[in-house]
């Protein structure tokens, strides 16, 4: 159980093109925001920091989608992202931003500190210009087809398909995103921190130092880049968004945001301390304070390879202790996707479920991606809150306050003579604050959720066992002794929930009058302490702590991520180029009429294709169709369909075909028939 520490908790900088969604909170700042949570009731000293990434290429290129300057964009959702953190519950000591003076200084002061010191490499290299643009082309504004796994989409950093972390010459038949032409390279000057320097101090710190303690996702992550070898990496870039390069000669370039952006942990910590007073420096250079970065798996390398390396090189800061990612979080069997709208975003969450943050921070906690990707399902989250949250935990509290209410007029009984059971109950209770502390020191969190609705559990069988509603017509001393031992499991629910359902813990201490109290449970008291809730202290009569969600509530959410699916759908439509222009002479040569489709069969040692006979209204024929994957024989039969009779016979696999059934395809790619089953049309009408 950790207490009495200093801690120094990082949660990744969220990057200001869009607001926050459930994949960043399920990955990053739920788990982040319970241990930081968890730390300091435990008693140490937690610096939790955050703040929004705001430079780099993407911010440039979604102003100019948008037709507006990039402040605009990082002002909105900076404004956006912190006012959503600030609704959940997300407990950051401090929330900055990598526009604000106080970061450009820092920044530019920890770059000036490794060029000074010879840290960098100085080259001029050739790299990716547009000539129509008339500008060099940071990495994002690059677009061709990977050369790892051939995805025809990768950006000039990185391929999102296959992982792989690229420069922008790597890619192959690259494009520029701002003009379509084809780059030419061109020679520039910039600064590079020599990775392959850092191998060997990698290897020991990480590969060997921490090879039991670290994820397996992370610490396999980082052996394969070092395994792989590492290179020299740019710091700078030209563009002309971000912070510039403090040094002569660099005009029109500034630093890469990748090596701006950690240090917005830094500068953060620095408005924080300034703020409250405190000396920020023993939260980063002092040995004995805890460094945990809490990131997504895409952010591994720079938090556990680049950063500790620039930190190395700087010389007076600590190194992180731990950095445990999590994998990805799908929605509804898809990838989450920012530019596809395909999210649960938050400050839509908050509006469309007002006053249950705690049901989704749950929800993402039950079912959190730490070892493997995860999916979030609408019925899931429905599942979690109905099933656990309100018939588990909400229903204990309610029987407890209820009970105590109605027996005792709120107040606390005092208890006679403890039975093995009682004993043995509160014994269960003492012991679960060092369970939960076990999970929560080894960052896993899903498994400490459940602990925690463990305690619910032994609350629920508690009473299910004892039958106080019963008791208390024959033996009203025994039933006073039930109700204590249930309070003191609420009241210990009342703390240990409040890492994971900080809003919930602070309904249940105020139902509970844990103000009123000369001293509030602790989370150590739990183990140690006797007595949580004293006889004789005076409860409220209190409120449901969740409510059931209604199928409707849910239908709402599926419709809204439908409605997503369509439009993505129709803007990605692609529409076939019109053909060479026919004349009327040409179209009137086609003779296209009604048919009905008698008697259908898969021709054998074919996938594809079906035999068909066909009532043309002429003559009934055959007619061979590639529709075999799309269609059974059995549903097609009886079916009236557009059919091209004059087409010239063609044999295939040996079976000769009198013509062509008309058909088209959805989006998807599945073949439909042109329907003329409308208007009772016979077979034999002619089509004009």
């Known amino acids: 159980m950790s207490t009495e520490g200093r801690y120094t908790i990082t949660a990744a900088l969220p990057y200001t093109n869009g607001p926050i969604h459930i994949g960043h909170l399920a990955g990053v700042y739920v788990p982040a925001d319970i241990y930081s949570r968890y730390l300091r009731i435990t008693g140490n000293d937690v610096a939790f920091i955050c703040g929004s990434d705001e430079h780099g290429a993407a911010i440039p290129m979604r102003a100019k989608k948008e037709g507006v300057s990039p402040q605009v964009i990082i002002d909105k959702y900076h404004t956006i992202i912190k006012k959503s953190f600030g609704d959940f519950g997300i407990s950051f000591d401090n929330y900055s931003r990598t526009s604000a003076p106080i970061h450009h200084e820092t920044a530019s002061i920890f770059f000036k500190k490794l060029y000074d010191d010879d840290k960098f490499i100085e080259e001029t290299s050739e790299q990716l210009y547009d000539p129509e643009a008339d500008q060099f082309l940071a990495d994002r504004f690059v677009i061709g087809t990977c050369p790892k796994c051939s995805h025809e989409e990768a950006y000039g ?79 700078t870039r030209d563009l002309d968004w971000g912070i510039p390069v403090p040094v002569d000669g660099a005009e029109g370039k500034v630093l890469y945001v990748w090596f701006d952006a950690p240090i917005g942990y830094i500068s953060s910590t620095k408005e924080w301390a300034e703020r409250e007073g405190k000396d920020w420096e023993p939260y980063w250079k002092d040995k004995n304070t805890k460094l945990v970065h809490f990131i997504g798996k895409d952010n591994i390398v720079f938090h556990c390879i680049i950063f500790p390396s620039m930190l190395k090189a700087e010389g007076s800061y600590i190194l992180p202790e731990n950095v445990p990612a999590n994998e990805f979080l799908n929605l509804e069997g898809n990838k989450l996707s920012t530019s596809k709208n395909w999210a649960v975003w938050l400050h839509e969450y908050l509006e469309d ?62 208890p006679s003579t403890f039975s093995d059971v009682d004993k043995q109950t509160l014994a269960e209770l003492k012991a679960y604050p060092a369970v939960i502390s076990s999970s ?65 813990s602070t309904k249940l201490k105020s139902i509970l009058c844990h103000s009123n109290l000369d001293q509030e449970a602790t989370w150590n008291d739990i183990h140690s302490q006797e007595i949580l809730l004293p006889a004789n202290h005076k409860i409220e009569k209190g409120e449901l702590l969740f409510s059931k969600i209604e199928d409707t509530e849910i239908q709402k959410q599926l419709d809204k991520l439908e409605a997503t699916k369509k439009a993505n759908e129709a803007e990605n439509k692609t529409v076939t180029p019109q053909k060479e222009s026919a004349t009327f002479e040409d179209f009137t040569k086609m003779d296209i009429r009604v048919g009905t489709i008698i008697e259908a069969e898969k021709m054998p040692k074919a996938k594809k294709l079906l035999v068909l006979k066909v009532d043309t209204g002429l003559d009934t024929r055959t007619i061979v169709s590639g529709i075999a994957e799309h269609f059974s024989p059995e549903e097609i039969i009886g079916k009236k369909v557009t059919v091209l009779v004059n087409l010239a016979p063609r044999k295939l696999r040996g079976v000769e075909s009198e013509g062509m059934i008309l058909m088209t395809e959805t989006p998807h790619g599945k073949l439909v028939f042109l329907n003329p089953d409308e208007g009772n049309v016979n077979p034999g009408a002619v089509i004009s």
């Open 157 to 235: 950093d990185q391929c999102e398909k296959c992982g792989s972390s690229l420069n922008a010459t790597d890619l192959i038949n690259p494009k520029s995103t701002i003009s379509g032409a084809e780059p030419i390279l061109k020679q520039t000057k910039h600064w590079f921190l020599p990775l392959d320097q850092y191998e060997g101090f990698l290897k020991e710190w990480v590969l060997e130092g921490h090879k039991k303690d670290w994820k397996t996702n992370v610490y396999g992550q980082i052996k394969s880049w070092i395994d792989d070898g590492l290179r020299p990496r740019a710091v």
């Open 353 to 414: 479920f007002p006053n249950q943050q705690d049901v989704l921070r749950y929800a993402l906690t039950a079912n959190a991606p730490e070892t493997k990707d995860n999916d979030f399902t609408w019925k899931d989250f429905q599942a979690r809150n109905n099933n656990e949250l309100v018939a588990i935990f909400g229903n204990f509290i309610n029987r407890v306050v209820v009970l105590t209410n109605k027996y005792y007029d709120g107040v606390v009984p005092n």
């Open 440 to 504: 929560i020191d080894r960052y896993r969190f899903r498994e400490a959720s459940q602990e925690l609705l463990n305690v619910a559990r032994l609350g629920n069988k508690y009473l299910a066992d004892e039958e106080p509603w019963k008791l208390i017509k024959t033996d009203e001393e025994r039933t006073k002794t039930i109700m204590y031992v249930a309070l003191q499991i609420a009241s210990a629910l009342a703390t240990l929930s409040e890492p994971f359902l900080p809003f919930t």
